[in-house]
């Protein structure tokens, strides 16, 4: 018994430093999603009635397994007869209490986060927060095997157990992989901010002229323009000459009948 114990503490310890790791990773997303809004305000939204991205076998095959471990673990849970065990008052009230939190979690919670994983599964965010609830789920499940380990029959707790590995298996296979799509999800975040910080820079800088000191060197040298001749004036009507007066004819030139 006491070999079991440790090992459910060494496997609870495991459990908190990989989820410590990844908190501090999907922080580091987030923040890179709350820098990125600030330097570009205005976010395209997603058309209404948009489809839905299609899901790759992997992600669906891992979703499939947790809900066929959830649904025998539920079912294994419930065949616990708290009542019979050979513990104090204190114990089994504590123990029906987890058994009822993990049903409920079994029943209503997990289905609605693997649902939103399907719905945006190219979204490192609801695989995380199903991740973080299969921790939960494994620490209060841990708890409740110690317990019917110690307390209950033998058959019972291994029923349990293999219920427990697979859901640390597959736990443990959605949590790679939301490590890898943080961290791919985390270098496209950097890349675009690179990319909104020199568009802002470039929108900020003022405009520049440019002077092309080769143009002026080949631009062909313009010709004077000749001015046009002034049109020539009308010339001035000559003034008549005044006629001459005829002499006068002498006494022997006059008419000899006066």
């Known amino acids: 018994m006491d070999r079991i114990n440790r090992s459910w503490a060494i496997s ?56 066929q471990l959830a649904s025998s673990t539920n079912l294994d849970i419930g065949k616990l007869r708290v009542d019979k065990w050979k513990a104090d008052s204190a114990s089994k009230r504590q123990a029906e209490g987890n058994i009822d939190s993990v049903q409920r ?31 939960a789920l494994s620490d209060v499940l841990n708890s409740i095997a110690e317990s019917a380990g110690a307390f209950g029959p033998k058959e019972q707790f291994e029923r349990l157990a293999a219920d427990i590995n697979g859901l640390d298996a597959a736990r443990t296979a959605l949590g790679k992989r939301v490590e890898s799509l943080a961290e791919a999800q985390a270098l496209e975040l950097a890349q675009l901010r690179k990319q909104l910080l020199q568009a802002r820079a470039q929108q900020s800088a003022p405009g520049k002229t440019v002077v092309d000191d080769n143009a002026s060197a080949t ?32 006494p022997s030139q006059q008419s000899p009948l006066k």
């Open 219 to 250: 631009k062909p040298k313009s010709t004077p323009r000749k001015k046009p001749k002034p049109a020539p004036q009308p010339s001035q009507p000559q003034q008549s000459q005044p006629q001459q007066s005829q002499p006068q004819q002498t």
């Open 12 to 67: 609870l310890r495991e459990n908190e430093l990989r989820t410590q790791s990844w908190l501090l990773l999907v922080f580091f997303c987030l923040s890179s999603y709350a820098l990125v809004a600030q330097v570009a305000p205005t976010v395209a939204v997603p058309q209404a009635g948009a489809a839905t991205p299609a899901i790759d076998p992997e992600l669906n095959g891992m979703l499939r397994q947790i809900e």
């Open 105 to 135: 979690n079994l029943t209503a919670a997990l289905p609605e986060f693997i649902t939103a994983v399907r719905n945006s599964p190219r979204n490192v965010a609801p695989e995380f927060r199903l991740y973080r609830n299969l921790n």
